[in-house]
């Protein structure tokens, strides 16, 4: 499985980094910005994946979403609900030629809808990695001999 890269658009910078620690797995990469204009600035230098936007009043509401190109409309996009904005209306999305939006209540949703798109066959297990210091033959005899 290919690495896969991440927006997260939220202007509350609290909410970005917490939602950021929740997504991070091994293969994804996770990029977050202010507003959704930051992320397609510099389109050349990053391939998206998946955009996680979160609408704020007054900040980034759903109308910001419209001023985006429409090749980027075609990335699967995951709006988040909140206080400000409770509910939206996907259809409307979707008719201004938006491919796949999804909305989600809560950051565990974000989660499962995100793992659906972006690794359907399930994570790949971690790597492991070896401990920088070698544990000694008689340390690793004491540690398996440990009566219970």
């Known amino acids: 499985m290919s690495y896969k890269t991440i927006f997260i658009v939220d202007p509350i910078r609290s909410d970005r980094i917490q939602m950021a620690k929740f997504l991070s797995e091994e293969i994804f990469t996770i990029m977050s910005f202010v507003s959704i204009n930051d992320c397609f600035k510099r389109p050349d230098l990053i391939h998206c994946d998946l955009i996680v936007f979160v609408p704020r009043k007054d900040k980034s509401e ?5 001023h985006i190109k429409k090749k980027y409309r075609q990335i699967p996009i995951i709006l988040l609900l909140n206080n400000d904005f409770p509910d939206i209306n996907l259809v409307e999305l979707t008719d201004n030629g938006f491919a ?5 209540p809560n950051n565990e949703k974000v989660r499962e809808i995100m793992l659906g798109l972006l690794a359907p066959d399930g ?26």
């Open 62 to 66: 759903i109308k910001h979403l419209f």
């Open 100 to 104: 796949s939006p999804y909305k989600a």
């Open 123 to 148: 994570l790949p297990s971690r790597t492991e990695v070896p401990h920088p210091v070698p544990i000694a033959d008689e340390v690793q005899a004491a540690l398996t001999t440990r009566p219970e």
